[in-house]
Nanobody, 126 residues
Framework: QVQLVESGGGLVQPGESLRISCTAS????????IGWFRQAPGKDREAVAC????????IYVDSVKGRFEISDDYLKNTVYLQMRSLKHEDTAVYSC???????????????????WGQGTRVTVPS
C-alpha cells in the first residue's frame, strides 16, 4: 500500500522559516508530479505548490510565491516544502499528494492526485 508521510511541522514565529518533508513508501516519487496542499482551521483545503515530473517545473499559489519553494531528493524518495517569512495565515495542516500517472504536468487541482499523506501541522502565532 502506497504511503506518504509528512514530517517537520511545528510551531514557528512569524518571519521564521521551516522545511517540511514528504517521504513515500512503496511508491517511487521520481517521475510523478507532487502537490502540496494545506487546510487551515475552519477553512477549505487549498493548493500551495506543485512539482511537475515532466520538466521539474513548479507552480505556486499567489499567497506563497517568493516565500515557499518545493524541491525533491529522489535518492531519499522525498519531496520538501521550504517555507520562509512565515505568516500567521500560513497556519494549517500541510499535506503532500502524488499523481499516480507518470510524467504529467502538475496542476494545483486536488483532482490530479491519487495518493495523500495525513499531514503535518504548522502553527504560526499572530
Amino acid at each position: 500500500q502506497v504511503q506518504l508521510v509528512e514530517s517537520g511541522g511545528g510551531l514557528v514565529q512569524p518571519g521564521e522559516s521551516l522545511r517540511i518533508s514528504c517521504t513515500a513508501s512503496r511508491f517511487d516519487l521520481e517521475g510523478h508530479s507532487i502537490g502540496w496542499f494545506r487546510q487551515a482551521p475552519g477553512k477549505d483545503r487549498e493548493a500551495v505548490a506543485c512539482l511537475s515530473s515532466r520538466d521539474g517545473g513548479t507552480i505556486y499559489v499567489d499567497s506563497v510565491k517568493g516565500r515557499f519553494e518545493i524541491s525533491d531528493d529522489y535518492l531519499k524518495n522525498t519531496v520538501y516544502l521550504q517555507m520562509r517569512s512565515l505568516k500567521h495565515e500560513d497556519t494549517a495542516v500541510y499535506s503532500c499528494s502524488a499523481d499516480d500517472v507518470k510524467f504529467n504536468q502538475c496542476t494545483l487541482s486536488a483532482d490530479q492526485y491519487d495518493y495523500w499523506g495525513q499531514g503535518t501541522r504548522v502553527t504560526v502565532p499572530s
